[in-house]
């Protein structure tokens, strides 16, 4: 068989060990040819690809990012590029499309499958949104360094009385902020799922102070907003790829809560070091499970499909399920760490 496999939206640690998964179950178990697209969908709709022998995958699992590259590309411009794509994939003789990808590349995915091009997905995502598989890659190694940045962040807030509000990664959901808060120890954590209530923040913080603490650490996801109408509040934009770009969470409450409290109020971003580097063992071994079970799928001409993790079972779902929601944080997950806050 040939297989095209290719990296799209925002990288991920473990992309690498994917593709050296797929590389390795396809070419030296099955007697497959894999070649790998670049920079995403655009590889696929400019026929910008390389061949993808062991020795191409030689050394990548430990590293992060994709050696494939990564883009955004406008979707009505891959709406418009369907046929262009299948005579791509009639050209290059590919039996099958691995895609490896968030929520957005998966819709993508669902529309060429849609179109009758041959599609296994791959989900991947630090924000670990995606419904219908328990974990994504790249979700532990992101809570792993916001938590290790929380430590760090707790000993110098300490030292000069500060209150640090940290911003984490999650557009939609907040999980990392979840996660990464409740390892760290966090004093308040605010998350898409639940617009903040200023006063009572104000009041959980405040009443810190009152208690003779002398610092307080708030995560705070990107994505997370104030109740309507409680705190004026720049919702910020929209990029050219319908991507909210967000106004700052962490400096616009730093200026709310410093006024509130007469406390200092520092923002902290700790932005893409989040999704670089080294993924975890953890993330390491989910990738490579999902890039095996991908090349069986294919094998078995389950198309239309992703790969999922279900307890410790790696399964295939159907790409039509796969977008239909967001997996957002449920409030019972959030009231077992408000508990410890
Ligand atoms: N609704 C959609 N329809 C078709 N293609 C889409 C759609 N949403 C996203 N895509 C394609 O998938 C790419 C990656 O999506 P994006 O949301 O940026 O990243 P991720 O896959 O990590 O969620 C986009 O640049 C676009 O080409
Ligand atoms: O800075 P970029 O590359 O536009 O992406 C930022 C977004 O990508 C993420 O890191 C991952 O999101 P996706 O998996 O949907 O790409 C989000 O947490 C963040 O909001
Ligand atoms: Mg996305």
């Not at 002398?214 to 790829?241: C, H, L, N, Q």
């Amino acid at each position: 068989m040939r297989i095209g496999v290719l990296t799209s939206g925002g990288d991920c640690p473990g992309l690498n060990a994917v593709i050296r998964s797929v590389v390795h179950r396809a070419v030296v178990d099955h007697g497959d040819e894999v070649i790998g697209f670049r920079d995403g969908w655009k590889g696929l709709l400019e026929c910008d690809y390389l061949k993808l022998d062991l020795d191409a995958v030689g050394g990548i699992l430990a590293r992060g990012g994709t050696i494939l590259g990564s883009s955004r590309v406008r979707p009505e411009h891959l709406r418009d590029g369907v046929e262009r794509a299948r005579g791509y994939v009639q050209e290059l003789g590919l039996d099958a499309i691995v895609p490896i990808g968030g929520e957005g590349t998966l819709k993508a995915a669902r529309l060429l499958s849609d179109n009758g091009l041959p599609i296994v997905g791959v989900p991947k995502t630090i924000d670990n949104d995606i419904a219908v598989t328990d974990v994504t890659f790249g979700f532990d190694t992101a809570v792993g360094v916001a938590t290790e940045a929380l430590d760090r962040l707790k000993t110098t807030a300490e030292s000069h009385q500060r209150v640090l509000i940290v911003e984490v990664m999650g557009r939609h959901t907040g999980w990392i902020a979840l996660h990464s808060g409740m390892a760290a120890g966090a004093h308040a954590i605010v998350v898409p799922e639940r617009p903040f209530d200023i006063d009572e923040l104000t009041a959980k913080v405040g009443a810190r102070f009152s208690a003779g603490k002398r610092f307080a650490i708030v995560v705070a996801a990107e994505g997370a907003k104030p109740r309507a109408g409680t705190m004026d509040f720049d919702e910020g934009a929209r990029d050219v790829y319908g991507h909210e770009r967000f106004a700052g969470i962490a400096r616009q409450l730093s200026v709310e809560l410093e006024t509130r409290l007469g406390k200092e109020a520092r923002p902290v971003i700790l932005g893409h070091t989040q999704r670089g580097g080294t993924p975890t063992a953890y993330d390491r071994v989910l990738a490579t499970r999902f890039g095996w079970h991908a090349v069986e799928a294919v094998h078995r001409g389950e198309f239309g499909r992703m790969t999922a993790l279900r307890g410790t079972d790696i399964v295939t779902v159907p790409l039509a399920e796969a977008v239909e929601t967001l997996k957002t944080v449920p409030d019972d997950r959030y009231a077992e760490a408000e508990c410890v806050l």
